[in-house]
């Protein structure tokens, strides 16, 4: 039994005065309250922690094993096409399973746009601005797609297997042209500066630090019918508008863009679609993209489809070619897609873009309209 007899009457009072004073209780309670909370936030944060560490892993494997090479092949494709996380697969993967599939690319086809196949109409009252005063008539397109307030273009909802995206169809092609960016500006800049109502991203740009911010154009490049960069390529993967509005699809140089007469276009791969053809895209990932492309009586089709999110994951090469021919498509190319996938209408995003501030990255360019 502890010995209590060397505290007398007046230090056992200060002791109770102390125990009972109301203000040390109450800070007690809250420094408790405190702990246990925080206990409760690091111990969930661990919980869950632990957890996607270990369904990670375990999806690694199975996304990575030779029993699932569809899934195995989109896992990796996704990873190296988000690019900061392109050492991922390489945890799973032996080197050479790892540089197989990264070895697929593209099919790299001669075949290029026969323009007689693209029959642009004189006149379309569906591709022109009503007079001032003058009540626009709805008209449905042999498409299905509706132009009801008669501005000469639609902007439409589409969604799949695990994404959502919009396709926006400007119906008079020469409207239609290829904005600079500037030193990396973001597309509402873009779109200010040159008088466009609205557009999509567009080509790939030099990026050699990974900062994203898209200041100069890469490959084949042509603004208002000069060369803005140079080919590092005889012939590169390539879209681009002449001057009848006739979108052309497929591997060029420089040469072939004077012989055709381009005044804007810019590189990026895969082509989609050519002359009604579906082509060979090479493997792809499920990640954000935007594509362009023109249907048989010359309306433009931009497409972009969100993703990294959880209402929209993303697409693949064939969903775009999917979606694509579904909007009546001859010609499609990608282009850009990731973090700048953005598609720009009237002062507003349309999409969510997957950058991290939520809005457009800069862009080097972008293919607009008036």
Known sequence: MKNNSNKTPETTGVIDAKLN?????KR????????Q??????????????????????????????????????????????????????????????????????TTTAEVTDPSLIHIAANDPQQTEPEQGEEPTPKTDDYGIVDEDGDGYILVPV????????????????????????EGQTINLIAERSGAIGGINAGAFVDPDGSGTGKEPEGLTIIDGALV?????????????????????GYFSY????????????????????????????????????AIGQRADG???????DGRQLSSAGATYDDLIEVMLQFGA??????????STVMYLNGELVNQPSSMSGYSRGLPDAFMFR
């Open 37 to 106: 909370l925080l206990n409760r936030i690091f111990g969930v944060l661990f919980a869950t922690g632990l957890m996607i560490g270990i369904a990670v892993i375990g999806l690694g494997f199975i996304l990575t094993s030779k029993d699932y090479p569809s899934l195995r092949e989109h896992f990796v494709m996704t990873m190296d096409e988000t690019r900061r996380f392109t050492f991922v697969p390489r945890i799973f993967l032996a080197t050479d399973e790892y540089e197989e599939i990264m070895s697929r690319k593209p």
């Open 21 to 25: 004073d109301p203000e040390k209780r």
């Open 159 to 182: 969604s799949g297997r695990g994404y959502n995206g919009y396709m926006l169809v400007v119906l008079d092609p020469k409207r239609c042209f290829v904005a600079r960016g500037g």
């Open 330 to 339: 001859v010609n499609a190319m990608n282009l850009d897609g990731g973090s």
């Open 255 to 290: 040469a072939d863009c004077l012989n055709l007469g381009i005044v804007g276009g810019v590189t990026f791969s895969p082509p989609l679609i050519i002359n009604g053809v579906p082509q060979d895209p090479g493997p792809s990932g499920v990640n954000p993209r935007t």
């Open 28 to 35: 007690k309670g809250t420094w408790k309250t405190v702990n």
């Open 299 to 305: 309306a433009v089709l931009m497409l972009v489809i």
């Open 229 to 249: 960069e140079s080919a590092r390529w005889d012939r590169q993967s390539f879209a681009g508008f002449d001057a009848d509005g006739i979108l052309h699809v």
